[in-house]
């Protein structure tokens, strides 16, 4: 399989850090990011199979389904979407899954996943062969697609003779986080991963990265001692806020300075939280003199609602 790459570039310094970033929105396709990154290895094994229909499930301002949806059309595959009310928003990624023709059953959120269960039996029972991807691209697929960004990340260093001493980056479901301690892990590397929450709370943010980082390694049959694991595994849920896509001036702060000063896009909900839950971090511990790489996951459709909830 052919994989993405995406450059990383120095931002700047903070705090007397040295601080780069890694452009995951700018991977190609359906404005980027980490779900388009997942999405790859997900759609090589439907490319694989026989499969003739997609289903998953998200948010109305899901950057995953956004993408399924995206992929699906460009294979003339239907997409099923199963979203929950209680998160049902008017956003871009919403007119772009509309635009791709997916069929998105909006129903409330603990109906979710049985009407996951009977989509699939009905499509199954219509002679149909789909194919299930979980929300956020979550399971050892997903992961994979970290592991393999942090092998990139480790050429990079390799290329140009830096070492990056932490790696930040917006922990939701998890995976992304687990796919890099992963891939730390199995370099025996010795540096800080540190997942800044969007949304969950400890300590289950945190058992759902570790569950995610076990059932990796089960999978491969990879030995790593258990008090490592659980050393190697940051998830800081100090700057959630009141919860999932909750923001505060200092976020839009970020947002406005990022875009005005650097020209890169950030979103209150993923992007933009976690670069500024990264500076009151580093400020909080004290870290200075060390190299930082924040990785930009995307999730660009979102900048241009937070331009339009505005009025700018
Ligand atoms: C989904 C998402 C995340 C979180 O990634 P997980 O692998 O679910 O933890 C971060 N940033 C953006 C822009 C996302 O869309």
Redesign the pocket.
Same mark, same amino acid.
């Given at each position: 399989m052919k994989k993405y790459k995406t450059c990383i570039h120095r931002l700047g310094d903070y705090n007397s850090n040295f601080i780069c970033m890694k452009r995951e %929105?700018l991977i190609p396709f359906s404005f980027g +990011? #980490?779900?388009a990154r997942?999405a790859k290895y997900f759609f090589d094994e439907i490319d694989r199979g026989n499969f003739d229909s997609v289903v998953t499930y998200g948010s109305g301002s899901? #950057? &995953?389904c956004r993408i399924i949806s995206n992929m699906a059309k460009q294979r003339g595959l239907e997409c099923y979407i199963i979203s929950p009310k209680e998160a049902f928003e008017e956003t871009f990624n919403q007119s772009m899954m509309n635009l791709f023709d997916a069929k998105i059953q909006v129903v409330s959120v603990n109906e979710v996943s049985d009407t996951i269960e009977k989509t699939l039996e009905s499509l199954k029972n219509s002679g149909k062969k789909p194919y299930f991807i979980q929300g +956020?691209? &979550?399971g050892n697929l997903?992961t994979r697609a970290?592991v393999d960004c942090y092998e990139e990340i480790k050429e990079y260093e390799k290329e140009n003779g830096i070492t990056f001493d932490y790696i930040f980056? $917006?922990? +939701? =479901?998890? =995976? =992304?986080? $687990?796919g890099l301690v992963c891939g730390k892990l199995i370099n025996n590397d010795n540096r800080k991963i540190v997942?800044i929450s969007?949304a969950r709370k400890n300590p289950r943010g945190r058992d759902i990265v570790l569950s995610s980082i076990y059932e990796y390694f089960s999978e491969k049959n990879i030995e790593k001692d258990s008090s490592l694991i659980e050393e190697s595994t940051i998830f800081v849920d100090d700057y959630v806020g009141n919860g999932y896509g909750n923001m505060n001036d200092d976020i839009s702060k970020t947002i406005e300075n990022m875009i005005s000063n650097y020209g890169i896009p950030m %979103?209150s =909900?993923? /992007?933009a939280k $976690?670069y500024n839950g990264m500076e009151k971090y580093i400020e909080k511990n004290n870290i200075s003199g060390k190299n930082i790489l924040f990785i930009h /996951?995307? +999730?660009t459709p979102?900048f241009f609602d937070y331009l339009k909830n505005k009025n700018i």
């Open positions: %929105d +990011g #980490n779900k997942k899901s #950057n &995953h +956020g691209g &979550h997903g970290y980056f $917006a922990s +939701g =479901t998890g =995976t =992304t986080q $687990a997942g969007i %979103d =909900t993923y /992007t $976690a /996951t995307g +999730g979102l």
